[in-house]
């Protein structure tokens, strides 16, 4: 195995782990206006490189997806993620009823099988963490940041390709 390969497998297993349990993320597209973030589910399968969300196709952020599919998806919880990719969108109807469930057929007044219903596959390319589940270093790093006291060299913040 390369170490190119290694080492984008640990990237991933890395992101993996940080975002593992966040069930809501904020995905931020490009509007004409500027950028604009919203509340998206992410799906419950585990992450590969890919990020999967369930929109309909008569939404601002569809079209804004079509116009330019650069976004950014932001997870806060035991750790802080941001990553970015492009998105596109899949129209598969067993992909969609695999993810489909009732919060779904409430909120948007749709069952999967809806035409107006697509996926939105988010092709991960880079990820920048602030990885706080260690509670002694991320104490150590806010110490240095505030009074410039003891070491700032912490992996707390890392960006890596993937």
């Known amino acids: 195995m390369s170490e190119r390969q290694t080492t984008h497998e640990q990237a991933v297993e890395k992101v ?3 975002i593992e349990g ?11 206006e ?8 992410t ?7 890919d990020l999967w969300f369930v929109t309909m196709k008569d ?3 569809y079209g804004e997806l079509r116009r330019d599919p650069r976004v950014n998806v932001a997870y806060a919880g035991k750790s802080f993620v941001s990553i970015r990719g492009k998105a596109e969108f899949v129209e598969d109807l067993e992909k969609k009823k695999a993810f489909w469930n009732k919060a779904y057929e409430k909120l948007l007044h ?11 596959k988010v092709n991960a390319e880079a990820a920048e963490y602030w990885d706080t589940a260690n509670k002694f270093e991320a104490a150590k790093l806010m110490l240095h940041r505030l009074t410039g006291a003891g070491s700032g060299d912490s992996k707390l913040n890392e960006t890596v390709e993937l």
């Open 16 to 18: 993996r782990e940080l």
């Open 22 to 32: 966040i069930e809501t993320a904020m995905l931020t597209t490009i509007a004409e």
């Open 34 to 41: 500027g950028l604009v973030s919203r509340p998206m589910k």
């Open 43 to 49: 799906q419950e399968i585990e992450f590969d490189g």
């Open 59 to 61: 939404t601002a952020k």
């Open 110 to 120: 749709a069952s999967y099988d809806d035409p107006n219903v697509v996926l939105v």
